[in-house]
């Protein structure tokens, strides 16, 4: 009779692991996609993250070159050097001034790199009269 109850008690011990490794592969099956959904979902929130600061300062920067500062620049190409302290929260880019003829183009570059997967590319054009 002793053997018997050591035998149920086997079986039981036998069913409820059993039944744990089951919860476990639902539990798992179940989160897997969510956290896929996560990580995309942070990483489109951080590229518009990092696309409305670099709108920001580019816009910013843009006025004060239509106000008349552009004339302290020659003509082409050029890195721009600002000071805006939100480009602190911005991955490693490049702020780049092209001056042809009347035409003022500022646009910032994300660097490849850690961020490539960040598609960030912020263009402004201005005609001066």
Do not use: C
């Not at 959904?37 to 990092?50: A, G, L, P």
């Not at 911005?90 to 790199?113: A, H, Q």
Request: aromatic content about 10%.
């Amino acid at each position: 009779m002793v053997t018997k109850k050591q035998n149920r008690q086997r079986e039981r011990g036998a069913v409820l692991l059993a039944e744990l490794i089951v919860a476990l592969v639902l539990l798992a099956t179940a989160l897997i996609p969510i956290t896929f959904s996560i990580i995309n979902d942070q990483r489109t929130f951080r590229n518009y993250y990092f696309k409305a600061i670099a709108m920001e300062i580019v816009d910013g920067e843009m006025e004060i070159l239509k106000s008349g500062y552009w004339k302290e620049f020659e003509q082409g190409a050029q890195p721009y050097p600002t000071t805006a302290k939100a480009g602190e929260n911005l991955p490693e880019g490049d702020f780049i001034l092209t001056l042809k003829g009347k035409l003022i183009r500022l646009e910032w570059k994300i660097k490849e790199g850690r961020y490539r997967y960040y598609r960030v590319h912020i263009v402004r054009e201005v005609n001066i009269q």
